[in-house]
């Protein structure tokens, strides 16, 4: 799966305005990227979590995309431990947006120039750190609640 395809955006599909079929949408992002980096695995749990209600929603009619993102996101757990961060409240990002501004928080650090624009909001004081946006103990909590919906 080429990366362009991986980080298609499904914003419209999680504004619930999909053109044509969404398990085309969100197929590219149903499972892990082959080559995880911090930034992309955390690109890939903030993306399943912010699309996980319209896959489990039943508008889908392909019961593999659901097992693929289950099946994806049990794969990364192990990478994400069980543990207590260093982050203060209130560092990790907040997810409070709509889910189609969560999908592209999610695909934008999956490259270096997506990751320039969080870097320099927070240098200007504006934001999450990459290191906060990356944290596996932030990014379990999101993983566990996008595979149990």
Excluded: K
């Excluded at 590219?28 to 699309?51: D, E, F, I, M, Q």
């Excluded at 996101?73 to 192990?78: A, C, E, F, I």
């Amino acid at each position: 799966m080429g990366q362009d395809r991986r980080r298609r955006d499904p914003a419209g599909v999680l504004n619930d305005y999909p053109y044509g079929d969404p398990f085309w949408d969100l197929e590219p992002h149903a499972a892990p990227p082959r080559a995880l980096t911090r930034t992309s695995l955390a690109g890939y749990v903030v993306v399943a979590h912010a699309s996980c209600w319209y896959v489990g929603s039943g508008r889908i009619g392909r019961r593999s995309l659901l097992d693929d993102m289950i099946e994806g996101l049990d794969s990364v757990l192990p990478l994400l431990p069980d543990e207590e961060c260093a982050h203060r409240e209130g560092e990790h990002p907040e997810l409070d947006g709509g889910t189609d501004s969560q999908a592209r928080e999610g695909i934008q650090p999956q490259s270096p120039g997506g990751r320039a624009g969080p870097r320099e909001d927070h240098e200007d004081g504006y934001g999450a750190s990459l290191e906060a946006r990356t944290c596996t103990t932030f990014l379990r909590r999101l993983a566990v609640e996008a595979a149990t919906i």
